[in-house]
């Protein structure tokens, strides 16, 4: 799918967070783009609007068009000043389809590694494989903050991968960059999230089975939890209703979904979690309680 990219310079790169994040631990934002060429049919951004810091452009023609931040990294390296908890990204993916071009997040983990003061923490959220272009500049971030990579991983089911966000990676892919991740000394998290339909215990295996460490998920967002704010779109509510999926929208079955998994887990003696408390397990900061698995 053919998508337009454009550059501008932002004002300020680190933003401070609230709400969700806020709970979760972190303490700023990075957003090196606005808009994402994934392009994803549930993705809540663009239901925030505005208070993403998106424009009409952006929303009415999501994944068609993105915004790099191409003096991002120069921000980044005058705004450190080494007491961040970042969460990198919320509001788009960082190596989205377009970035293979941009090469933004090279200079971004670069001021990252150079950094006088480095963050405490420095999350990348992404379902991207392109990462691995970056793993040296990944491992040396690393040797001077605690980086952690959140990679998204959906559903066990590339059926399904294929209907709600035909742009992604194939699942197995997904599952080649986090043993490439691992193998090249990242920490990371198989963070599964949106959960989308699935054999939810077979895909919990797979994760006990491929990662260590924390486990994360989060399901669907939906209204009748979720009263304002950021919710899914109405792409993925439509797949949902076309194909019977509904379930996987009613907050009963996603909380005994998310509570069976959390036993597994626990069984297995990893932290399961979800919601902000989930999200937190990544900073590998916070005190982490456990009762049945669930970080609280």
């Known amino acids: 799918m053919p998508f337009e990219i454009f550059q501008a310079d932002a004002r300020t790169i680190l933003s401070p967070v609230s709400g969700f994040l806020k709970e979760a631990g972190f303490t700023h934002s990075l957003t090196p783009s606005r808009n994402c060429t994934f392009g994803c049919t549930y993705c809540y951004v663009p239901t925030m609007r505005v208070q993403a810091g998106l424009k009409p452009e952006d929303w009415q023609h999501w994944g068609q068009r993105t915004t790099f931040k191409r003096n991002a990294a120069g ?49 990348v959220q992404t379902r991207g494989p392109l990462i691995l272009r970056d793993l040296e500049l990944l491992q040396a971030a690393g040797e001077r903050t605690r980086l952690r990579v959140s990679f998204s991983v959906t559903t066990d089911d590339d059926r399904i991968r294929r209907i709600f966000e035909p742009i992604c990676a194939p699942i197995e892919t997904r599952w080649a960059t986090i043993r490439a991740l691992r193998e090249g000394g990242v920490a990371v998290t198989a ?6 339909p699935c054999d939810a215990n077979a895909l919990l295996a797979r994760v006990l089975e491929d990662t260590d460490g924390p486990v994360v998920a989060d399901p669907l967002h939906v209204r009748a939890v979720k009263r304002s704010g950021a919710t899914t779109r109405q792409p993925a509510l439509e797949i949902c209703r076309k194909f019977g999926f509904e379930q996987w929208l009613d907050p009963n079955f996603q909380n005994q979904t998310l509570r069976g998994m959390s036993a597994q ?23 982490q309680t456990e009762a049945g698995g669930v970080y609280t």
């Open 75 to 123: 921000l980044l390296a005058k705004e450190l000043r080494g007491t961040e908890r970042i969460y990198c990204s919320p509001l788009t993916d960082p190596y989205q389809p377009a970035e293979d071009q941009q090469k933004l997040m090279r200079e971004i983990l670069r001021a990252v590694a150079d950094a006088e003061r480095p963050p405490e923490v420095f999350v």
């Open 191 to 196: 963070t599964l999230a949106p959960l989308l």
């Open 265 to 287: 887990a626990a069984a297995a003696g990893r932290v399961f979690g979800w919601g902000p408390a989930g999200f937190g397990l990544l900073t590998g900061t916070r005190e």
